[in-house]
């Protein structure tokens, strides 16, 4: 007797791995490997949370409604065309399961985030990698690599794990540049740390025209990465399909009453990014003095390259690091075998990092 089969390609996905938590024998560790939030979650999402409590027995609101009220009165947007999902993950999955499947084509960046391959597999897609130029979205190599069959390209701007952004008027090009049927997907989870004139977190792109869709997460500036909460913005007709594909009562009550409030504080919003404009200076100003090549700086991340030298490489560091409680993330399955990702976190967990940096790099720390 024949065993159940999944779908063809189901079994070569790789599992993909979060940045570690844990290090075992240490008790305390600094968690810098998955870009949240240095300073946590707004007190008032806190409280918000914790009122859920008396009504756990209750299906939450399935349509969000609260929480697009949030996002719509922040970001002036019309709610009818927000959809909200347990992550922008969710809504990812839901583009890919929406506009492809076996026989076409989906285009993420050499180094873009690993999900939009996943997803693209997981509906029986090909993933098509377009190549980037200085580490950076090279938009012409993307135009270069469309096909017929080309559903879907994604591209998150800034992009995780390198940090590096291109321009609202590149954005404006690459959609000019594709075919109207295909699905132009801007992530914008590191939309909020932005600072530059020329960027635009795809707002524009989202609100004009009929086939972009902009995302974005509560999982990073906002601190609520444990609750599972993103959103998306785009025309009425593509969030018109995925409403059709997601689960009923895809956010719990508890996610919607803290994210509608995270939302809603938006001075914990600016504390936050205030805090990580300060620290990233202070880091790209440190880690440049000891020799090493910065490639994004826009993110609440830092991505210094290591020297290939024997006991200075990436992967020593890495295990220094540890050493001293500290967990970075390698991005080798990212295609940056010689980097290390680092989370800006708090003020007291930046002095130990960039401190135990500096005498890993041989440097006095003072
Ligand atoms: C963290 C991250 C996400 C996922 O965020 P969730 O809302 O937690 O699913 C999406 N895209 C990029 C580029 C990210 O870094």
């Known amino acids: 007797m024949a065993l159940p089969q999944p779908r063809a390609g189901l079994m070569d996905i790789p599992l993909y791995e ?7 024998g240490q008790d305390r ?13 707004s007190p008032k999402a806190v409280g918000a949370y914790a009122q859920v409590q008396d009504k756990l027995a209750r299906y939450p609101d399935s349509s969000a409604a609260d929480l697009k009220a ?5 970001h002036g947007l019309e709610e009818s065309r927000i959809i909200c999902g347990a992550g922008s993950d969710e809504i990812l999955g839901l583009i890919c399961r929406a506009y492809a499947g076996p026989g076409d084509e989906v285009i993420h960046t050499e180094h873009g985030f690993l999900m939009y391959g996943l997803y693209t597999r997981s509906v029986g897609a090909t993933p098509v990698v377009a190549p980037e130029t200085n580490i950076t ?6 135009l270069a690599a469309v096909t017929d069959t080309t559903r879907i390209v994604f591209i998150a701007n800034p992009n995780n794990p390198t940090g590096t952004y291109i321009p609202g008027a590149d954005v404006i090009s690459l959609r000019e540049g594709l075919r109207e049927d295909i699905v132009l997907v801007l992530d914008g989870a590191y939309a909020e740390f932005m600072t530059g004139a020329d960027y635009e977190p795809g707002l524009a792109l989202a609100s004009d025209s009929p086939n972009t869709i902009m995302t974005r997460t509560f999982s990073k500036i906002y601190g609520l990465a444990s609750l599972r909460v993103g959103w998306a913005y785009g025309p009425k007709t593509i969030i018109d399909v995925l409403e059709r594909l997601r689960s009923p009562f895809n956010i719990n009550a508890s996610a919607i009453a803290a994210a509608a409030a995270a939302m809603r504080d938006t001075d914990h919003t600016a504390d936050a990014a205030a805090h990580n404009i300060r620290w990233m200076g202070v ?3 440190c880690l440049r003095a000891l020799g090493l090549e910065i490639i994004g700086e826009s993110a609440n991340f830092v991505v210094p390259r290591f020297p290939d030298t024997h006991g200075y490489t990436a992967a020593d560091a890495d295990v220094y690091l540890q050493q001293k409680g500290i967990i970075a993330r390698r991005v080798t399955d990212y295609g940056l075998p010689n980097h290390l990702r ?9 002095e130990v990092v960039l401190s135990a940096l500096t005498k890993f790099m041989g440097g006095d720390d003072g």
């Open 18 to 24: 979060g940045g570690k938590s844990s290090l075992s």
């Open 29 to 41: 560790v600094i968690k810098l490997s998955s870009n949240e939030s240095a300073l946590g979650p």
């Open 70 to 74: 949030a996002i719509s009165e922040v």
């Open 137 to 142: 979205v090279d938009v012409d190599a993307i």
């Open 283 to 285: 880091s790209l100003q």
């Open 342 to 350: 680092i989370t800006l976190g708090t003020d007291e967990e930046m």
